[in-house]
């Protein structure tokens, strides 16, 4: 699974923006798909991750209610929407795949996702 990172940029606090990840390759409609973040200077973390059925979903809790993970099978990609936008949100984001077991495996942990996208800037401006 090759996959690619779209639709940083910059918002206000409060403000909203959607990332883009799109893949190429077979499997995907039985991979896990997570998004992980890094600031400058702070280790990455996890932020979402949804089943490759798309009916499981989890998130970080600093961003529960705010960020909306979503996936279109049909067109190999997924989406995070981000509302409600703070100063600490900005980093790097990058989505990566995981080989699902069952259609509602979700991971949290970086090192399960072998396959990972280059990562897009958003930042929010105070």
């Known amino acids: 699974v090759q996959l690619q990172a779209s639709g940083g940029g910059l918002a206000q606090t409060g403000g909203s923006l959607r990332v883009s990840c799109a893949a190429s390759?077979?499997?995907?409609?039985?991979?896990?798909i997570g998004w992980f973040r890094q600031a400058l200077g702070k280790e990455r973390e996890f932020v979402a991750a949804?089943?490759?059925?798309?009916?499981?979903?989890y998130y970080k809790d600093s961003v529960k209610g705010r960020f909306t993970i979503s996936r279109d099978n049909a067109k190999n990609s997924v989406y995070l929407q981000m509302n409600s936008l703070k100063p600490e949100d900005t980093a790097v984001y990058y989505c990566?795949?995981?080989?699902?077991?069952?259609?509602?495996?979700?991971?949290?942990?970086?090192?399960?996702?072998?396959?990972w996208g280059q990562g897009t800037q958003v930042t929010v401006s105070s």
């Open positions: 990566a795949a995981g080989v699902a077991v069952t259609g509602n495996d979700v991971f949290l942990q970086g090192g399960l996702y072998p396959y």
């Open positions: 390759g077979r499997t995907f409609g039985r991979s896990v």
């Open positions: 949804i089943s490759w059925s798309g009916a499981n979903t």
